[in-house]
């Protein structure tokens, strides 16, 4: 299965994004985590869904971000509210086999 992150971009402070994961096939059966890579740091883990729809969140982002899911079309997506700068890194979803090539989140004014 690949995986194909989009929707990042530009955005000011307390602004929001929708970033998308899709599939290439079924990841009905699978737990899908974000995680995102700032420069000069090491990938940090963002927010897991169970294939049941059960959501965990990193404390950074608690209250913030939403992760859900669409089983029917393949797709994982992260809602993320009231960003802050430090929410600038290259964001990427997996299933703990394989990555996508990420999308970029800048959030500058």
């Known amino acids: 299965v690949q995986l194909v992150e989009s929707g990042g971009g530009l955005v000011q402070p307390g602004g929001s994004l929708r970033l998308s994961c899709a599939a290439s096939?079924?990841?009905?059966?699978?737990?899908m985590h974000w995680y995102r890579q700032a420069p000069g740091e090491q990938r940090q883990w963002v927010a897991l869904?169970?294939?049941?729809?059960?959501?965990t969140y990193s404390d950074s982002v608690k209250g913030r971000f939403t992760v859900s899911r669409d089983n029917a079309k393949n797709t994982v997506y992260l809602q993320m509210n009231n960003l802050k700068p430090e929410d600038t890194a290259v964001y990427y979803c997996?299933?703990?086999?394989?990555w996508g090539q990420g999308t970029q989140v800048t959030v500058s004014s």
């Open positions: 997996t299933q703990g086999r394989t």
């Open positions: 096939g079924s990841i009905f059966s699978d737990v």
């Open positions: 869904i169970t294939s049941g729809g059960t959501t």
